[in-house]
């Protein structure tokens, strides 16, 4: 009797075990909020050691002591990790922006993960070899490393990342207005075929649509290929930033004159 | 002085003659009803008249005590009071934010509402979309790091 009272329980406690652990991985899954938030804590976080690393500079300088030197050396290493965790999370934070973009097909989010892991990979390695650093300019070698690699790669997949976040935000609301426009489409076959209202002039606004919708796609296709040219370029990256989201914006704009001329459609058909 | 005397007893005599004439009538009129409920009274056996006396004795106390009760209930204002809120008058505007004075038989078709109603919503997504991540703009990080003055 003992022993059947003890399996029960062991059973039950085993069930409930499985309903915790499964809700436990629930509460992990990892999404952008999520690394967002993981990003913020380490920006705040390299903000803080780095004000420390600049006040240990300062002393050093001035007194040129070995506990000034090793203070240094300690706030230096500290800080170095805190900018490749930051830029490590902040690309991880894109990766998820990307993942979880409706406008992107997989075959662009593929071109961006490409782009992104193997910037991740870096600056993981570079903070592996930074404890093995013995001197300041040893620190100082390899902040400049990451300084190149920050310059001629990690900056354009940054602004890249972005640009295409917002191409694939204009792409998904353009997609939906193509369904409303062919459901409505649908509704004109089906409004001409009765043949008990006249809607011929609503083809010259269906001509109108469509062409904003190519201009609207154009805008997109320019803010990828000022992306393009700026990796050529040694110009501000922020600059090339700015123009290529200054044409999403257009692309935006021309989405939102497409709509209009769907609800005047709409408009047309409800009234005699 | 002695006028004074005269006085006070004129004042003092009138009273009890207006007091007792008072009472007589008091007396005239409810003597009577007062007879009968005696004899009314004495009529009804010794024990019952016992129960009664305590019936209406508790039923005193209880009514003393409703009223106790009520007078302190106002005084500390618990009473529960029903709020009415006031009746609000909207008018609500069509969906469509426009009125159609002619409408055709297609105005109230629910393939033309449908699409009417993801146009609405569509619009109210692009006006709230924000084309550049202005929360997820790159960090500004220190990348000169020397040790020379």
């Known amino acids: 009797m003992y022993n059947v009272k003890m399996r029960v329980i062991l059973v039950i406690a085993f069930c409930i075990g499985i309903v915790f652990s499964g809700r436990s991985v629930k509460a992990e899954e990892f999404d952008y909020q999520q690394a967002y938030k993981d990003y913020q804590y380490n920006y705040s976080l390299y903000s803080r050691l780095h004000d420390e690393y600049r006040l240990s500079r300062a002393r050093y300088l001035q007194y040129k002591t070995l506990v000034s030197e090793d203070e240094a050396k300690k706030a230096t290493l500290a800080m170095l990790e805190a900018r490749d965790d930051t830029i490590r999370t902040y690309l991880t934070a894109l990766r998820l922006r990307v993942m979880e973009n409706p406008g992107l097909s997989d075959s662009e989010k593929e071109s961006v993960f490409g782009r992104i892991d193997p910037e991740v990979k870096y600056y993981e390695e570079h903070k592996e070899k930074l404890s093995s650093a013995g001197s300041l300019k040893d620190f100082s070698k390899d902040s400049d490393k990451a300084k190149e690699q920050y310059k001629f790669s990690t900056e354009n997949v940054f602004y890249n990342s972005l640009v295409n976040i917002s191409v ?105 | 002085m002695n006028g004074n005397n005269i006085n006070q007893q004129v004042t003092e005599n009138n009273n009890p003659v207006v007091n007792q004439t008072f009472k007589t009538k008091v007396i005239y009129v409810f003597q009577p009803v007062i007879n009968k409920l005696k004899s009314v009274w004495l009529k009804i056996p010794e024990r019952l008249r016992k129960v009664l006396c305590i019936v209406s004795i508790v039923f005193a106390v209880l009514l003393f005590l409703m009223i106790i009760l009520s007078i302190v209930l106002k005084s500390r204002g618990k009473v529960p009071v029903e709020v009415k809120p006031t009746p609000v008058v909207s008018f609500e505007p069509p969906p469509s934010g426009e009125v159609i004075t002619n409408p055709s038989r297609y105005a109230t078709d629910p393939g033309v509402l449908k699409i009417e109603e993801d146009l609405r919503n569509l619009e109210k997504e692009l006006d709230s979309l924000q084309v550049n991540e202005v929360n997820l703009l790159p960090p500004r990080l220190d990348f000169d790091i020397n040790f020379d003055k």
Do not use: C, H, P
């Open chain 1, 168 to 272: 694939g935000n204009t792409a998904y609301k353009r997609k939906q207005t193509e369904e409303v426009i062919s459901n409505l489409r649908s509704k004109i076959t089906e409004i001409k075929s009765a043949g008990d209202k006249d809607v011929s002039v609503i083809d010259g606004f269906f001509v109108e649509i469509d062409n904003k919708l190519a201009r609207s796609r154009d805008k997109e296709i320019a803010a990828v290929d000022v992306m393009i040219k700026s990796e050529k370029s040694t110009k501000n990256k922020v600059d090339y930033y700015n123009e290529a989201v200054g044409s999403v914006q257009q692309s935006y704009l021309y989405l939102k004159e497409s709509v209009s001329y769907l609800k005047e459609i709409v408009r047309l058909i409800k009234t005699k």
